[in-house]
């Protein structure tokens, strides 16, 4: 652009040469004209104004066209930047319609996806409604339950009190049966004979042998039961054939349980007779001999009239029968 501005200064300026050297010739050719040098003068001065003009305008253009020069390198410089930013962009396009395309691949997917979770939500929630209803059964079961759980405790609480009153009971009896286990044994007298009598007497048995407890008294000749049980007694009659009725009779509290009895026809000879009887007695029933009018016994040192008896279970209060080994 610059080189088209000073042609045309130059151009400018060989027609404004010409033109003077027409005008020179015209003047010299014309002397008839009495102004041409004063007019030429003024075309002189008027060229030189032109030529200042021209250079004036000459520097200005020159300053024009250089700014315009870096407008344009500017402008030539932005206009790369912008195709390389339209390059980005073109680019950054192609990438975010790649990635458009996955995105819309992946939300159709996605929506298939959805679709499969709402059927599976369906099937879920009518598995969540079936589970909530077992679940309210199995609640009202339970409360149920805990119901008879709580009499359950309740009856077991009490079915523990009653087994530690058992059991209570229990080792008063054992350690009543520990000192009964072992039988009570005594003879009768070393007086020989005893009897007979016009009346019912009881036999006391002075020579106790074992007495446990302490529950026969040889100064009554009664056997106190210390518990509720059932209990063996056994006891001999011995007699002398001196024609006398031997014999001898064991009472609960005032009832005839058994007795022995012989009858001598002689005088001389010697008679034993034994009995024995299981009874079940209640704590303080009385177990005694007696000795009916008209029959007598014999003893001495050698101990030949007895009388015996132990425990041989007891029975508890609730009725049920405690066997020890």
């Known amino acids: 652009m610059r080189p088209a501005v000073v042609l045309l200064v130059l151009l400018g300026c060989c027609l404004t040469g010409a033109q003077l050297q027409n005008e020179e010739r015209e003047i010299s050719q014309s002397t008839t004209q009495p102004d041409i040098w004063a007019e030429l003068k003024e075309l002189k001065d008027m060229v030189m104004e032109q030529r200042t003009d ?54 159709a997917a996605a929506k298939t996806e959805l679709g499969a979770t709402k059927t599976e939500l369906g099937s879920v929630e009518a598995r969540l409604q079936t589970s909530e209803s077992w679940v309210a059964e199995l609640q009202r079961k339970n409360e149920a339950q805990a119901v008879d759980l709580s009499a359950m405790e309740d009856r077991s609480n009490s079915t523990e009190l009653q087994l530690q009153e058992h059991k209570t009971v229990m080792e ?40 446990i407890g302490k529950h026969y008294n040889p100064a009554t000749g009664i056997f106190t039961a210390p518990v509720g049980g059932v209990y063996y007694f056994t006891f001999t009659a011995f007699g002398l054939n001196r024609y006398r009725n031997i014999g001898s009779f064991l009472y609960r509290n005032a009832e005839r349980i058994v007795s022995v009895q012989d009858h001598h026809k002689s005088s001389y000879g010697e008679d034993q007779v034994t009995n024995a009887a299981v009874l079940q007695l209640e704590e303080g029933d009385q177990v005694s001999m007696r000795l009916n009018p008209g029959f007598s016994v014999y003893d001495s040192s050698a101990n030949l009239s007895t009388f015996s008896g132990f425990l041989l279970f007891p029975i508890t209060f609730s009725g049920f029968l405690l066997f020890l080994m």
């Open 54 to 107: 021209l250079a004036v305008t000459k520097n200005e253009l020159e300053v024009r066209l250089q700014t315009s020069e870096s407008q344009v390198a500017e402008l030539q410089k932005e206009n790369e930047a912008l195709r390389d930013m339209v390059m980005e962009q073109r680019v950054e396009l192609a990438v975010t319609k790649s990635e458009l395309g996955s995105a819309k691949t992946e939300l």
């Open 172 to 211: 008063e009896l054992k350690s009543t049966v520990e000192e009964l286990k072992r039988h009570i044994a005594a003879a009768l007298t070393d007086a020989e004979d005893v009897g007979p009598f016009n009346t019912d007497i009881t036999l006391i048995y002075t020579k106790v042998f074992t007495n």
